[in-house]
């Protein structure tokens, strides 16, 4: 019940093109889900982040859409960029947890943008 | 605002030894979560410390073990080092309000031979 399941765990765009990496958990508890990106060599860094509350939050290119019903919810980055080739991770948490900064993150989605 | 710094970048061990690593939280950070992140797979919680004590565990046995010092640095330490401990150990801090938001390093890359 604590997993987040991620999927494609690869994909190619082309620049320009839309990718779309999707993530499903099961425990209702998650209130706060956040995408991260991860470049070789480097630590995961936020990139956005949605509370069930809405179903939906865009920030530039990088979108979020969040299903609550389904448990299921989405990163879309519109006109990616060669630039944007990293490995993304989407993770849950849950504030009744406490004040723990426990995240469970899924298995991470290498992504390759073609020029 | 330094970020998160962890040291050392790459060690390397044998099987048995012990470890420590090192992390430097945020400024204004005196929450520290520890991660192991396998070959190709997502970061798993270790535990954190919040005012010099451990408040939350994830699935790891004993032998992993932490400390907060006052100046909210932090080290994790790993005794007798199993194979399967390979893995890049990312350091994470968080202001103390309960906000979700880590800001990570980028990590120690342990192998143990």
């Known amino acids: 019940q604590q997993q987040v399941k991620q999927s494609p765990q690869s994909l190619i765009v082309q620049k320009g093109g839309i990718s779309i990496i999707n993530c499903a958990y099961e425990n209702t508890a998650f209130d706060y889900f956040p995408w991260y990106q991860q470049f070789p060599g480097k630590g995961p860094a936020l990139l956005i982040a949605?509370?069930?509350?809405?179903s939906e939050k865009k920030e530039g290119r990088f979108t979020i859409s969040f299903n609550k019903s389904a448990k299921q919810f989405s990163l879309h980055i519109m006109d990616s960029q060669p630039g944007d080739s990293a490995t993304y991770f989407c993770?849950?948490?849950?504030?009744?947890?406490?004040?723990?900064?426990?995240?469970?993150f899924g298995q991470g989605t290498t992504l390759q943008v073609k020029p | 605002e330094t970020g998160v710094t962890q040291s050392p970048t790459h060690l390397i061990k044998t099987r048995g030894q012990q470890v420590t690593l090192r992390c430097s939280s945020q400024?204004?950070?005196?929450?520290v979560s520890w991660y192991q992140q396998a070959l190709g797979q997502g970061p798993q919680f270790i535990f954190q410390y919040y005012r010099e004590e451990e408040n939350g565990r994830g699935n790891f046995p004993p032998r992993f073990s932490g400390l907060q010092f006052p100046n909210y640095s932090s080290e994790l330490n790993v005794n007798a080092l199993e194979l399967d401990d390979s893995a890049l150990y990312l350091c994470?801090?968080?202001?103390?309000?309960?906000?979700?938001?880590?800001?990570f390093g980028a990590g120690s890359r342990l192998t143990v031979l």
């Open positions: 400024s204004g950070h005196n929450t």
């Open positions: 949605i509370r069930p509350d809405v």
């Open positions: 994470a801090s968080r202001a103390s309000s309960g906000a979700n938001v880590l800001t």
């Open positions: 993770a849950a948490s849950s504030r009744f947890s406490g004040n723990t900064g426990k995240l469970i």
